[in-house]
């Protein structure tokens, strides 16, 4: 190898070897700068934007529901639309230097021993937003700041167990899962007729036993598709509604170009009409009607806490089972991530000691209690929901759902008559 080297470097002329030092040394400051600034710059974005984070307040909001909820679920889609807002972000320079970043909320349904209870989290400075808006759509309910429950857990692997998972999608995002319009609940149809595909899930949680809790957590903002760079912009184009456009055009055999069929008769010259069946023409109109609507970065996160005495493992299967409903064979369906939650192990030699499982567990108590999934320190991979579909797997439901422990308002609040007697 040394003689190789040395006929190589008898080969090439010792002033093209000595111009290239000379290059290097001269230019190294450069060259040093601009290999410290790569990769020092995502460093710098993340200590601003946790900075920024941890300065801003939060609060945990309970909604408490009323004895008779007759909203459709559309009520809430007109809530969560509202919800798809950039303040805060500002301009690259605040984004670089102020650590700015979209405001997220978290949607959460929980059952602390069978007693299901709705709660949103927000920023403080949200708050007065967040309230307005539900008491807009939904006149009857009590929204209420609440001590946080998730801060009273804290995890002991002597006492107590955690099961949990992230959930994403089994097809591409701009599929949607089956939504409260399909099935009729758009229509506000009497109690009697609804199919409520929340109501499963409610009556789940409603049944959760003592010593026993399960969490769902739905984090969501306004979706935007970022340019990934030192400036974070952010490109025009959403890949989002292109690669819709992209799987209507390969169902209807069309151009993306031209936006016709591509295919011709080879006996006319002349183009052939896109000949589909039922079930694509179905697939095309939900496609189109998806992209219409407001568009969510989310994250779902779900976590089931119990005394180890008390822990059921058949509860698993029960809180992904409650997630079936939302599915459709041809379009999407809500599937637990197998890369995020805790591995099967079947022998014990695969985790000693449940060190694996222990630390996962703690990570993730620790990500939930901080509703963190977009920005560091736990990032999580995000799909993308429309309003309608998030409208759909969190909505407050109406007497369909009959669980005992969902909580509801007693008795229903009113102004006093103009005429009473003072």
């Given amino acids: 190898m040394s003689d190789f080297f040395s006929l ?11 111009t290239i030092y000379l290059f290097l040394i001269t230019f190294s400051p450069v060259i040093l700068v601009i290999i410290l600034f790569i990769i020092f710059w995502p460093l710098w974005i993340n200590y601003v934007r946790s900075e920024a984070i941890f300065k801003k307040k939060t609060v945990l909001l309970e909604i408490k529901l009323p004895k008779e909820t007759i909203k459709s679920p559309m009520a809430m889609e007109l809530f969560i639309t509202s919800l798809s807002q950039w303040a805060g972000e500002g301009n690259a320079f605040d984004r670089i230097w102020g650590g700015g970043t979209r405001p997220w909320y978290s949607l959460e349904m929980v059952s602390i021993e069978g007693q299901v209870r709705f709660y949103i989290w927000t920023r403080a400075d949200q708050k007065n937003f967040v309230q307005s808006s539900l008491y807009a759509q939904f006149p009857g309910i009590e929204v209420a700041e609440a001590e946080d429950y998730a801060k009273s857990v804290h995890f002991d692997p002597k006492e107590t167990k955690i099961w949990t998972a992230t959930m994403k999608l089994l097809n591409p995002d701009p599929y949607p899962i089956k939504t409260y319009v399909d099935y009729g609940l758009d229509k506000d149809p009497k109690e009697e007729y609804k199919v409520d595909p929340l109501a499963p899930l409610i009556e789940y949680l409603g049944g959760v036993g003592y010593n026993q809790q399960v969490w769902i ?197 009113g102004q006093a008559p103009s005429n009473l007697p003072i």
């Fill in 8 to 18: 190589l470097s008898s080969q090439i002329d010792p002033g093209v070897i000595r």
């Fill in 217 to 413: 957590q739905i984090l969501v903002r306004s979706h935007r598709v970022e340019q990934k760079g030192f400036l974070l912009t952010f490109s025009k184009e959403d890949k989002w509604k292109d690669q819709a456009r992209a799987e209507v055009n390969k169902i209807l055999l069309r151009d993306p170009k031209t936006k016709v069929a591509g295919a011709k008769d080879e006996a006319t010259g002349f183009t052939k009409l896109p000949s589909i069946s039922k079930g694509e023409q179905d697939i095309v109109e939900a496609l189109e009607r998806s992209i219409t609507k407001m568009a969510f970065d989310v994250g779902i996160r779900v976590m089931y806490i119990a005394k180890k005495e008390f822990f059921d493992a058949s509860n698993k299967g029960g809180i992904l089972g409650s997630f079936k409903q939302f599915g459709s064979e041809h379009l999407n369906t809500i599937i637990p991530d197998a890369k995020k939650h805790h591995p099967k192990m079947n022998y014990p030699w695969q985790d000693y000691n449940s060190f694996r499982y222990n630390r996962i567990s703690k990570l993730a108590l620790e990500a939930y209690k901080r509703r963190a999934y977009f920005y560091e320190p736990y990032v999580e991979k995000y799909f993308v929901l429309n309003s309608e579909e998030l409208a759909t797997i969190f909505h407050f439901p109406g007497q369909v759902a009959a669980a005992p422990t969902l909580y509801r308002v007693p008795s229903k609040k």
